[in-house]
C-alpha cells in the first residue's frame, strides 16, 4: 500500500502558474501509475494528467493540454503537476492518485492524497 501527500496548492492569480507536488511512502512507488485528478464543487472528480510507472508515457485531459506537466521522480518518491497560464476554470481540489494498473484508466487508482486546494482568481 502507498500513502500520498499533496502540497503546493494555494491562491492565484489567472495566467499565474503553479506546481504541485506528491510525496508518497513506502519503497515502491515506481510498481505504481500516478495520476493528478480535481473536482469542483458540484462536479464530478476528473483525471487531470497521468503517467506511467517509468515515466516514458502520459496522458493529459483536453482542457489542460499543453498548460500542465506531470513528472515524477522515482528515485524521490515523488510525482509533480507543473500548472502554467491557469484559468479560472482551473479551480478545484487536486487529488494526487495512484493505481496498479494502467496510467490511463481512470477507474483503476486506488489510492488517494487527501487533496490540495488551488484558486484561480479573475
Known amino acids: 500500500q502507498v500513502q500520498l501527500v499533496e502540497s503546493g496548492g494555494g491562491l492565484v492569480q489567472a495566467g499565474d502558474s503553479l506546481r504541485l507536488s506528491c510525496a508518497a511512502s513506502?519503497?515502491?512507488?515506481?510498481?505504481?501509475?500516478m495520476g493528478w485528478f480535481r473536482q469542483a464543487p458540484g462536479k464530478e472528480r476528473d483525471l487531470v494528467a497521468a503517467?506511467?510507472?517509468?515515466?516514458?508515457?502520459?496522458y493529459y485531459a483536453d482542457s489542460v493540454k499543453g498548460r500542465f506537466t506531470i513528472s515524477r521522480d522515482n528515485a524521490n518518491n515523488t510525482v509533480y503537476l507543473q500548472m502554467n497560464s491557469l484559468k479560472p476554470e482551473d479551480t478545484a481540489n487536486y487529488y494526487c492518485?495512484?493505481?496498479?494498473?494502467?496510467?490511463?484508466?481512470?477507474?483503476?487508482?486506488?489510492?488517494w492524497g487527501q487533496g490540495t486546494q488551488v484558486t484561480v482568481s479573475s
Open positions: 492518485a495512484a493505481s496498479l494498473g494502467s496510467y490511463y484508466l481512470s477507474y483503476e487508482y486506488d489510492y
Open positions: 503517467i506511467s510507472r517509468t515515466g516514458g508515457y502520459t
Open positions: 513506502g519503497r515502491t512507488f515506481s510498481s505504481y501509475a
